[in-house]
């Protein structure tokens, strides 16, 4: 079924292609795709010019010069085409609009499910669907205290009531699979279980992902193109709609698909976990390439007093003296590995394991869950004393397996030629040296492809600090 982006972008093919065009005659084929009846449909067509096609949710308006407008609902698989006139019909053309200037708007259908209801302009919210329709997803119309009061009075699971356009005009399946994974939000959660930050990070997240669909030209499903033919680029962007049993671009997990609502329904089962009753603490994880400039925004949240978790000083503590990590390390790579006052000799260790991969992940299986284990213990601290924001500064969020359970993710970037001479620069490194430290990582284009905030560490450090506040802002996450 083409989604809002799609009709979108009918509407503005429609309108370079016919806009201000003048209707001869028109033919019904399919007589009850019509209303009124075809005799006066056609005979109040005939004549008119088409000032402009507006659109009101997945409905396309088409409003004439003699006050009228024609309500056109595509449903599952209508489409708009223009043909110079005698072009052969095929066998699912349902209604032609033949044009003064010797082109034929048709209108075809394989499963006759659109309808055409022509009114009084003005009248056309009375036309079903229409007299109900919830708020356009714009950022005027769809505001954040809008949702919060239809999604406190409902225990509706938040899937179904998202589908539903009374509440918010637009929203198909595709959307809404994805702007729940964005949101971290199980397809199965009770609307009104929602914080308000979820209510406000999925009101971006909509904002977000539709805008950038109608830029990318719509989805293409099925049978379904563009007024004029040309197939939708979006769907390669999508991160978790038809992606069952492919991983989680985010944090790995098999993608799932089920049913909810009746509906095909497609979810991370590690990102998107139902909740009770969810956390009011928001947990951002800040992370960046090398020599990004991560610390220069941590200490944004440092100046205003917000908690940081530093993961790299997590890694240290897990293997103070004494610490279950550390005798395990003496178990596996040797006691020589301890110092005689009980630290660990890291330089030692460094030596063992820094060329040596598998060396490598026998010390990361001893201290990953030791990391993993000691920050959840932080988090849950914090989320009983009902802390707004915690910050988990982690150069490793996603290489070391924490992107799912934060619950937003800042991303701190920098052009690959500004990131080599800041490498340079601060390790006092070769160009060479400083290309293959960089390249070693995962690339910053993969970590910014799933972020859910970009901070361009491009220009002056005020600039970077002003971003971050910003989205601390538009998400409240700051007073
Ligand atoms: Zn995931």
Partial sequence: MPELPEVETVRRGLTRLVGGATIDHVDVIYEKMVSPAPAEFKQQLAGVTIDQIDRRGKYLLFRFDNGMTMVSHLRMEGKYDVQPEGAPLTKHTHVVFHLTDGRELRYTDTRKFGRMNLVKNGAELQVAGLKTIGPEPTPDTLTFDYMKQIFNKSKKVIKPFLLDQSNIAGLGNIYVDETLWMTRINPEQPANTLT??????????????????????????????????????FQNQLNVYGREGEPCVRCGAELQKTKVAQRGTHYCP????????????????????????????????????????????????????DSLALSQIAATFGTA????????????????????????????????????????????????????????????????????????????????????QRLMARDNMSEADARSRINSQLPLAEKINVADIVVDNGGSIDKTKAQVVEWLNKLHLVD
């Avoid at 979820?198 to 193109?225: M, Y």
């Avoid at 009753?277 to 440092?302: D, N, W, Y």
């Fill in 337 to 420: 590995m301890i110092q005689p006052d009980g630290t660990l000799d890291r330089h030692r260790l460094g030596q063992r394991v820094f060329n040596d991969e598998d060396e490598l992940d026998k010390l990361n299986a001893i201290t990953s869950p030791a990391i993993h284990k000691a920050v959840k213990k932080q988090v849950a601290a914090y989320r009983r004393k009902h802390t707004p924001l915690v910050v988990f500064d982690a150069p490793t969020l996603f290489e070391g397996d924490y992107a799912y359970d934060v619950d937003v993710i800042m991303v701190v970037a920098l052009d690959t030629a500004a990131q080599l």
């Fill in 196 to 233: 308000d930050f979820q209510i406000r990070f999925l009101r971006e997240n909509i904002l977000k992902e539709l805008s950038k669909a109608i830029d990318g030209h719509g989805t293409t499903v099925h049978s379904f193109s563009t007024a004029f033919g040309n197939a939708g680029e």
């Fill in 270 to 321: 590690r990102c998107q976990v139902l909740k009770k009753k969810p956390s009011q603490t928001v947990v951002l994880g800040l992370t960046g390439g090398i020599a990004t400039g991560k610390s220069s925004v941590a200490t944004v949240f440092h100046d205003r007093d917000i908690p940081v978790i530093d993961a790299d000083q997590v890694a240290r503590e897990v293997v103070e003296p």
